[in-house]
């Protein structure tokens, strides 16, 4: 299908923010750790748990209260996602030694890093990389924030992971 905009940042956004996330870009990775301060700041969260990845933990973290620690009511987390897929706003999150999984499941602030180089078109595009190497242990596709209506029909937000999805788009 036709993809909801010109750009893949911009058709990735378009579905995305359609599903409840929220976006915020910056223009390097450097510029991470004030954007997480930003939404950290709005929604009144003190810190976050922070993905034990490399390219985070060279950021400069100064002011923003990190732990590598991930608790069963954590209210917010900081990861990196492999792929965005345009086609449907969704997140590709796999599993590895520096990568716990219940990183996207606990934290009720899911906060994600997500590098426009890394956009795909569409899911299969996804699943042929995913054919060329490794397969991994887990592998998730976020596709916004968790809510379901199945309680009474009211809206639970939160009910089978995190409650609030914001991308940082590098």
Do not use: C
Not at 29 to 48: C, F, I, S, T, W
Not at 53 to 81: C, R, V
Not at 149 to 157: K, L
């Amino acid at each position: 299908p036709a993809l909801a905009g010109p750009t893949l940042p911009e058709a990735f956004a378009a579905k995305a923010t359609a599903l409840g996330t929220t976006i915020d870009r910056v223009a390097s990775m450097a510029e991470v750790p004030l954007a997480a301060r930003r939404y950290l700041d709005q929604h009144g969260l003190p810190g976050l748990a922070l993905q034990q990845a490399p390219d985070l933990l060279a950021l400069d973290w100064t002011g923003i209260a990190t732990h590598p620690g991930l608790a069963p009511d954590e209210p917010a987390a900081l990861g990196l996602a492999l792929h965005g897929i345009a086609e449907g706003g969704s997140l590709v999150v796999h599993s590895g030694p520096d990568a716990p999984i219940l990183l996207s499941f606990l934290p009720l602030h899911h906060l994600i890093v997500l590098r426009e180089d890394s956009l795909l078109a569409y899911l299969e595009d996804y699943a042929a990389r995913l054919s060329a190497r490794a397969i991994p242990r887990n592998a998730i596709l976020i596709t916004g924030p968790s809510g379901t209506t199945d309680i009474e029909g009211s809206y639970v937000r939160g009910a089978h992971g995190p409650g609030y999805l914001h991308v940082i788009l590098v």
